[in-house]
């Protein structure tokens, strides 16, 4: 897939994290495009993010971080990535934060977790084993009107 940077770009200077979503479900247009960019957007081997139509909640549940709670969210984009490779992270960072600039070029909030979720619940939603782990998720919707208190600690 060719970047887009023409979008991507002034995403970067919009994009904030958001926590809290207003629970509506998205869009069917909304949907199939986050799947299809998800699936597109592969420019590594090793690495890839998955768009999954379901709550994040039970991913996020008693994991407890210095930050806010996610609430609201009905889909999440998980960030996968083989374990034995060299230079995952980089890989992901780079694949996940051009997932991140899509969704906010739909106006669509996210907010990377990489350390307080639940990597095993994460791994069966997604269904990998092996050498693949979940290695951070987005929850990824529309955001409540203006950031909350909760979310301006
Ligand atoms: C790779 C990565 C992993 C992160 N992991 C977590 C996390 O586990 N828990 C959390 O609450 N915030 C986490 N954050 C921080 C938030 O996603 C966000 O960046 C932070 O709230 C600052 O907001 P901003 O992105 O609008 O600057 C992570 C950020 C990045 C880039």
């Given amino acids: 897939m060719d970047i887009p940077a023409a979008r ?15 629970s509506e479900a998205l869009e069917a247009g909304v949907v199939s495009r986050l799947g299809e960019v998800c699936r597109d957007f592969r420019p590594f081997d090793g690495v890839r993010a998955e768009f999954v139509l379901e709550s994040p909640d039970r991913i996020f549940k008693g994991a407890v ?9 009905t889909a999440l984009i998980a960030f996968v990535g083989d374990t034995t490779d060299p230079h995952v992270n ?14 906010t070029a739909m106006d669509l909030g996210t907010c990377w977790v990489g350390g307080f ?20 998720v ?15 600690r």
């Fill in 8 to 22: 991507w770009y002034p995403a970067i200077a919009v994009r904030h994290s958001r926590r809290i979503f207003n």
């Fill in 138 to 152: 987005t929850p990824v919707g529309r955001a409540v009107d203006g950031a909350t208190r909760e979310e301006r």
């Fill in 90 to 103: 980089e890989k992901l960072g780079y694949v996940g934060e051009g997932i991140v600039l899509e969704a």
């Fill in 65 to 73: 971080g210095p930050y806010g709670k996610v609430k609201g969210a």
């Fill in 117 to 136: 979720f639940r990597k095993s619940v994460a791994a069966k939603v997604l269904r990998i084993g092996g050498q693949e782990q979940v290695f951070a």
